[in-house]
């Protein structure tokens, strides 16, 4: 069984940093491509940042540029999602999920529709 145990989220004030950790098992690590998505109430699942298999390659929503960076240690079958400045409208349950880029898939992705595995969530609250 495949799972992506997300974990790391928390309150933290405007300004703050927090590391997400997705911790994967039942699954070839390195063969998957690793992304984040986040849901803030009342709103639709966004992207927030992707990765390669590699890791060298990677992509990052406008609104996080800068702020997360997203990285992955193969050995440890571990993704992570390091966020400073975190602002109030970062507040969401953050997701991992993992696709394999074969059959023409692209090498790393932001669109949901393309990934295989989701994780539970962890919730991040950023509020003074």
């Known amino acids: 069984e495949v799972q992506l145990q997300a974990s790391g989220g928390g309150v933290v004030q405007p300004g703050g940093s927090l590391r997400l950790s997705c911790a994967a098992s039942?699954?070839?690590?390195?063969?998957?491509?690793l992304g984040w998505f986040r849901q803030a109430p009342g709103k639709e699942r966004e992207g927030v940042s992707c990765?390669?298999?590699?890791?060298?390659?990677?992509y990052y929503e406008d609104s996080v540029k800068g702020r997360f960076r997203m990285s992955r240690d193969n050995a440890k079958n571990t993704a992570y999602l390091q966020m400073n400045g975190l602002k109030p409208e970062d507040t969401a349950v953050y997701y991992c999920a993992a696709f394999e880029p074969k059959g023409g898939r692209s090498a790393y992705s932001i669109d949901p529709s393309i990934y295989d595995y989701w994780g539970q969530g962890t919730l991040v609250t950023v509020s003074s």
């Open positions: 039942g699954l070839v690590f390195d063969d998957y491509a």
């Open positions: 990765m390669s298999i590699s890791g060298r390659s990677s």
